[in-house]
């Protein structure tokens, strides 16, 4: 069984930056990033796999970088230059069964942790 526990989440003023960390149970090969805002579904907004580049929404192309630390089960995410419409719970996600290749897509993920809540003022 896997177990991801994301942390980092907070309130912080637009502009400002915060960096959530994921902890995960083992080394998942593909793990993503995901955010559901009050009243939307959840999409997708960042993945990175073993190999290859990461994976973006467009909505944060340039602002976010999701990165990882193998050899402590960690997936990250920094996001800076935050906007009132990044306010959302934030979830960690893990698709187990990727061997090559990381897809932002929630159905392919196996896993989800609880999420952290990330909440931006202007």
């Known amino acids: 069984q896997v177990q991801l526990v994301e942390s980092g989440g907070g309130s912080v003023q637009a502009g400002e930056s915060l960096r959530l960390s994921c902890a995960a149970s083992g080394y998942i090969r593909c793990m993503g990033w995901f955010r559901q805002a009050p009243g939307k579904e959840r999409e997708g907004v960042a993945a990175l796999g073993s190999v290859g580049s990461p994976t973006y929404a467009d909505s944060v192309k340039g602002r976010f970088t999701i990165s990882r630390d193998n050899a402590k089960n960690t997936l990250y995410l920094q996001m800076n230059s935050l906007k009132p419409e990044d306010t959302a719970m934030y979830y960690c996600?893990?698709?187990?069964?990727?061997?090559?290749?990381?897809?932002?897509?929630?159905?392919?993920?196996?896993?989800w942790g609880k999420g952290t809540l990330v909440t931006i003022s202007s």
């Open positions: 996600a893990a698709d187990v069964l990727a061997f090559s290749g990381c897809r932002l897509a929630q159905g392919a993920m196996d896993y």
